[in-house]
């Protein structure tokens, strides 16, 4: 069982930047593909970005290309998402996944607001 826990979030304005970390406690995430997702009110959830934890592949989607970076600290079993230049559109719960073949975790998320 791996038990996900997200922090960072915050109200910015338009502009600002985030830091969001996503720790696991009771495995190491060695093996896992750690992805963030985001869901604004009454959206479904999307993909923002993803890594995989032993290879250190990355992948971001088009609409935080150049704004957003995923990151991992292996000492801290830790998985960071840098947020920057946010625009209001950017408002949204944002959730952690951790998977492992058919297994998949989340968090409880943290919420990002971002005013005009």
């Known amino acids: 069982q791996v038990q996900l826990a997200e922090s960072g979030g915050g109200a910015v304005q338009a502009g600002g930047s985030l830091r969001l970390s996503c720790s696991a406690s009771?495995?190491?995430?060695?093996?896992?593909?750690i992805t963030w997702f985001r869901q604004a009110p009454g959206k479904e959830r999307d993909f923002v970005a993803g890594?995989?934890?032993?290879?250190?592949?990355?992948y971001l989607s088009e609409s935080v290309k150049g704004r957003f970076t995923i990151s991992k600290d292996n000492s801290r079993n830790t998985v960071y998402l840098d947020l920057k230049s946010l625009i209001p559109e950017d408002t949204a719960v944002y959730y952690c996944?951790?998977?492992?073949?058919?297994?998949?975790?989340w968090g409880q998320g943290t919420q990002v607001t971002v005013s005009p």
């Open positions: 996944q951790a998977t492992q073949g058919v297994f998949a975790y």
């Open positions: 890594i995989r934890w032993n290879s250190a592949d990355t």
């Open positions: 009771g495995r190491t995430f060695r093996g896992y593909a």
